[in-house]
């Protein structure tokens, strides 16, 4: 599997990244590279065994189904670049 | 050409916990913008989900009460993409291993019973809500706003087979729902305020043909009006394809109540590709058949049940079982009456005819009238102790509803008892006759509406409280 | 140069107690120190002078009052800027977070407040803890005191500078592959990543979920015990976090054997210097009765390979709300909403970040997920399995922190080139495993660091073995920087 650009470009658009012209071919390569190395992966047998998506297993965490109220309710907004009645202001969604 | 509709429903369930399913914010409705927020349900950096527990139970529940497998091993998922609505850039969801699967539940649509396949119920948590500003319309809007009190609100989404046929099928697959997780107290089936929302996907095929037809996937059907109607439109928009020739394209499309019909909401960002992986930041979920067992013997008694107890226990018919079990509250209210001592058939029909339109007419609901269930026990014991009849009850029961005084009360009061002393009602009954010679006469001519007459005579004359027995036996004791 | 600066944590407390110094004294004397050499090294982004003292005055009344102080209760801090501070700007080194303030603490401040250590000031990082240099950072690189031209490691460079430049007795870092242990190694300090789960995630700046864990670093192993056992214990907000562990780790175990495995699949890739060293170093600890003993974890060799896929999979996740909606950095001109997330997103990261949000975005997409993504956490199972195997026979296995000494800024262009150098590291993150890199020898006056790896949960048996060795190898931690 090699990585071109066009799949690069599929990436950024999933990952809402905007890439130029210069920054497309270098992480194309930069990505390609890495692959082609991870590619080694593909010769261990894995048959037969299951994936680990923790380090450690553990299980059955909860909480309590109880109300606390957090009390920086306005600090978080304070963070925002764009606050209007109390909301998180974001530019048109649809532009067509 | 003789088409076949093909429809499966998914309907968000939201649970009605105190608190959301990742943190501790309330997770009631409010409508003020961004008051039940936190730093995790607002998506800060470093903050971790923890699991509500009861959200755990109220699926075990829902999956139990619809025959589904409970896993045993469930995780949780990261479903990724983009919104304002949503913090993390990732929905807390479950991907190949939700929490109950393969279970069923029965409709029953004019008389005729279905079984509908219930795929999966899976838990996740909801988005938060954008306003857009200077329009209703997303695409007209200059600006959007997020208010992210909703956010992490705990959800289980229902997902049926495409076992329905019908969009009167739909309805009576989504009543029901709604009826099992309301009896079950997970949620408030509120369809107004989104509490229960519903997707439908919808295809038609030639009749006979085996192979699924392409379906579209119709959201914002936000009552059951609203399913009926908007599965029906679009069927017929996809006939309408079909029988020019056309192909149907897979998509999802938007239901507008106000010119009852359907719209296509492709978008030009068509990269969908929602990358989902097992959360990391949260354990895998073990429920063993202790912990089932536990749930099990905790659920109430659904409609089915209670159904088929009051037909086989009570002797009530199928279609009163089946009246007085649409609503929880009723049925509540009904069970509750009956424990006092009234009869469940006369119950029945005062609650479903006169106590709910009196309510309807007044524009309440059950749990805001004075009105208890012993108080209904006592109307109706007072009935069958022909203590007054059923139509002085009629005329009293808005006062006990307004009041909330006890008929017996009432009754004396108003001096409404009705009058079983036969020399008393016999004076009344020789009055009538001796003033009515020439009805006499038409009586002995045979006519019967004559005596009919009469009995309404005598019961003005006794102001409606003379039993109605007595008289009936009286006047032929006379006339004959 | 104060010598109050050289001391070590534990000694700084026995002193409070003693009455020989005060909190405010010592506190003031690291945060001289710091404004004295932080513009050539870089290694602070932001200094809480005045929180700082007002913490170290509440300590100095309980010291008046003969209070008894806890477990290095006043011992000023240094904190990687990428645990949450509540009031206190928390970046990242990334232009995306350059102005985010948080409202809240992460669980490890929490501790520390609890336990009036003075916080001196936040440590600069490889952007979003993505690198093994400190040159990723937003805010320009951190230089080793060893020699400013080299690299100090990273991710946590500003940390383990911070403690070998003089500028704090302790610090915290975070380990996602290495990120503590390799600066420790190049800088010629103890860092320590414990076993995953030991010490709250909650309020850490998420890298990679399942393999981030924040650690002590310290001038010696003591001290490294000590501030772990501060910071560690279980927590009801992370849902990773280990329960029922003993939070004590100062504990010393002595044990009569001690047997050690030296992984194979690490030889190859050595510098001929640092194998030299370690092999010198080998016999040193042989004679004095450890146990040494070849072995083979098979499943190492694709540590790399496990790890570029796993760990760039969850950041570019845990990365995703970085959007420019709530916080951080928002492109003001954009008029639309795709717009506004692609070029604040773009313009907030840097290379590195993309990059790896980019890989991660691969791994986990429709036809790859089960090549790339399902694949490496196989090897993770099999991983796992290989250490358990490894410590059925071994007490810890030993190699060194890297396969080269320290390396010049500017020198590992290559991005697959840098990610070598995290071949010894990456494991213990990928089996949860505790790790420790101690220094033990020098190339060219740079210091270099071994790599001890212990089971699951045996973070005190490590301790214990790592004491045992320092008190052998002896090494001196002084670098030249300490006379300026
Ligand atoms: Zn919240």
Redesign the pocket.
């Known amino acids: 599997m090699t990585i071109d650009k066009k799949t690069v470009e599929h990436l950024a658009k999933l990952s809402r990244l905007r890439f130029s012209d210069n920054e497309l071919v270098s992480f194309t390569k930069s990505l390609d590279d890495i692959f082609q190395y991870a590619n080694s992966l593909q010769k261990v047998n894995t048959d037969g065994i299951s994936p680990s998506a923790h380090a450690i297993p553990l299980q059955n965490v909860f909480k309590e189904d109880e109300v606390i109220t ?1 009390k920086d309710i306005d600090k978080l907004l304070d963070n925002c670049a764009d606050v209007e009645n109390h909301c998180f202001k974001v530019p048109r969604i649809l532009t067509n | 050409m003789n088409w076949e509709i093909v429809i499966g429903l998914e309907i968000h369930a939201q649970m009605s916990t105190k608190s ?1 399913l990742m ?3 309330d997770a009631s409705f409010t409508s003020e913008a961004n008051t ?7 998506g800060q950096p470093g903050m971790l989900p923890v699991i509500n527990k009861q959200v755990v139970e109220s699926a075990m529940m829902i999956g139990l009460a619809t025959k589904c497998n409970i896993r045993k091993l469930n995780e949780f998922a990261r479903k990724n993409y983009f919104y304002p609505d949503l913090p993390k850039g990732y929905q807390i969801s479950q991907y190949d291993k939700p929490i109950c699967e393969n279970g069923s539940l029965e409709i029953d649509v004019n008389g005729v019973k279905r079984t509908i396949g219930i795929t999966r119920i899976h838990m996740e948590e909801d988005a938060g809500k954008l306003v857009h500003a200077g329009s209703d319309n997303i695409k007209d809007a200059s600006y959007s706003l997020a208010d992210l009190n909703r ?2 609100v705990p959800l289980c989404e229902i997902v049926s087979e495409p076992d329905l046929r019908s969009a009167e099928e739909a309805t009576a697959y989504a009543q029901k729902i709604r009826q099992i997780v309301r009896y079950l107290g997970v949620c408030d089936g509120n369809m107004e305020e989104g509490s229960l929302r519903c997707d439908a996907n919808i295809s038609v095929r030639p009749k006979g043909q085996t192979t699924l037809g392409t379906k579209t996937e119709v959201k914002n059907l936000n009552s059951f009006k609203a399913i009926e109607k908007a599965i029906n439109i679009e069927v017929e928009r996809q006939i309408d394809i079909l029988e020019e020739g056309g192909e149907i394209v897979q998509e999802t499309r938007h239901y507008n109540e106000a010119t009852n019909s359907t719209k296509s909401m492709r978008s030009k960002e068509d990269a969908h590709d929602y990358r989902y992986f097992p959360d990391p930041d949260l354990v895998p979920l073990l429920i063993d058949d202790a912990w089932i067992k536990k749930v099990q013997d905790a659920l109430p008694e659904l409609p089915e049940e209670k159904k088929n107890r009051y037909m086989n226990s009570l002797s009530l018919s199928e279609y009163d079982a089946n009246v007085i079990t649409v609503e929880k509250e009723t049925v509540a209210f009904f069970e509750e009456t009956i424990s006092f001592g009234a009869k469940p058939k006369d119950t029945v029909n005062w609650i479903m005819s006169e106590v709910l339109g009196t309510l309807n007419q007044k524009g309440i609901e059950l749990s805001q009238t004075k009105l208890t269930p012993k108080l209904l026990a006592e109307l109706l014991i007072l009935i069958d102790k022909n203590t007054i009849s059923g139509k002085i009850a009629k005329t009293i029961l808005p006062q006990i509803i307004e009041t909330g005084e006890n008929a017996e009360k009432i009754v004396a009061e108003k001096g409404l008892a009705q009058v079983s002393d036969q020399g008393e009602i016999k004076k009344i009954v020789e009055a009538v006759i001796n003033e009515n010679a020439k009805v006499i006469e038409d009586i002995k001519g045979g006519n019967p509406k004559a005596m009919g007459f009469l009995v309404g005579q005598i019961m003005k004359r006794s102001a409606g409280k003379a039993n109605p027995g007595i008289v009936n036996e009286l006047l032929n004791e006379l006339l004959s | 140069m104060n010598d109050i600066l050289k001391l070590t944590a534990i000694e700084i407390s026995k002193k409070y107690q003693t009455k020989e110094l005060s909190c405010s004294e010592v506190t003031k004397a690291f945060l001289d120190r710091i404004s004295a050499t932080n513009t050539e090294l870089n290694s602070f982004v932001s200094i809480s002078e005045k929180t700082a003292l007002e913490t170290a005055k509440i300590v100095d009344e309980k010291i008046a009052k003969s209070q008894r102080l806890a477990l290095l209760e006043g011992v000023p801090i240094a904190i990687k800027d990428n645990m949450c501070t509540s009031g206190v700007a928390t970046t990242c080194s990334s232009k995306m977070l350059a102005n985010f303030v948080p409202s809240y603490d992460a669980t490890v401040i929490e501790k520390i407040r609890n336990n009036n250590m003075p916080i001196l000031g936040k440590t600069n990082m490889d952007e979003f803890a993505m690198g093994s240099s400190t040159e990723t950072s937003f805010f320009g690189s951190t230089k080793n005191p060893w020699n400013t031209n080299t690299v100090p490691g990273g991710s946590s460079g500003g940390s383990a500078v911070a403690i070998s430049a003089l500028q704090a007795p302790l610090a915290l870092g975070s380990d996602t592959g290495g990120s503590i242990r390799q600066p420790a190694s190049f800088c010629g300090i103890v860092g320590m990543k414990p076993t995953y789960g030991v010490v709250s995630r909650y309020g850490l700046i998420a890298f990679a979920s399942s393999l981030d864990q924040i650690g002590p670093f310290s001038k010696n192993i003591d001290d490294s015990a000590a501030l772990l056992s501060v910071i560690s214990g279980y927590d009801h907000k992370d849902s990773t976090s280990q329960p029922n562990i003993d939070t004590d780790f100062t504990k010393i175990s002595s044990q009569k054997e001690i047997k050690i495995g030296l992984p194979k699949e690490f030889f190859a890739n050595l510098d001929p210097k640092v194998k030299e060293l370690y092999q010198d170093t080998i016999s040193i600890l042989s004679k004095e009765g450890i146990i040494f003993e070849e072995t083979e974890l098979p499943s190492l060799e694709q540590g790399i390979s496990t790890y570029y896929i796993v760990a760039p999979a969850e950041a570019s996740s845990n990365l995703a709300r970085f959007d420019g909606v709530r916080y951080g950095y928002r492109n003001q001109e954009a008029k639309s909403l795709v717009d506004m997330m692609e070029l604040s997103r773009s313009e907030g990261f840097g290379a590195e970040v993309k990059r790896r949000i980019l890989i991660g975005t691969y791994v986990l997409s429709s036809g790859y997920y089960d090549a790339y993504y399902k694949k490496a956490q196989q090897v993770r199972t099999i991983m796992k399995n290989d250490f358990q195997k490894a410590f059925s026979k071994y007490d810890l296995l030993l190699s060194p922190t890297t396969p080269t000494p320290p390396f010049s800024f500017g020198e590992k262009s290559n991005p697959l080139e840098m990610y070598m150098n995290d071949i010894m590291t990456i494991p213990a993150n990928l089996a949860g495993i505790p790790a420790l890199s101690m220094p033990f020898g020098k190339s060219n006056n740079l210091p270099m660091g071994i790599h001890l790896m212990g089971n699951l949960l045996e973070d005190q048996k490590l301790f214990s073995i790592a004491k045992k060795i320092e008190q052998i190898l002896g090494f001196n931690i002084q670098n030249p920087y300490w006379e300026k």
């Open positions: 957090y | 959301k943190c501790n914010c039940h927020i936190c730093p995790i349900c607002t956010s992490s």
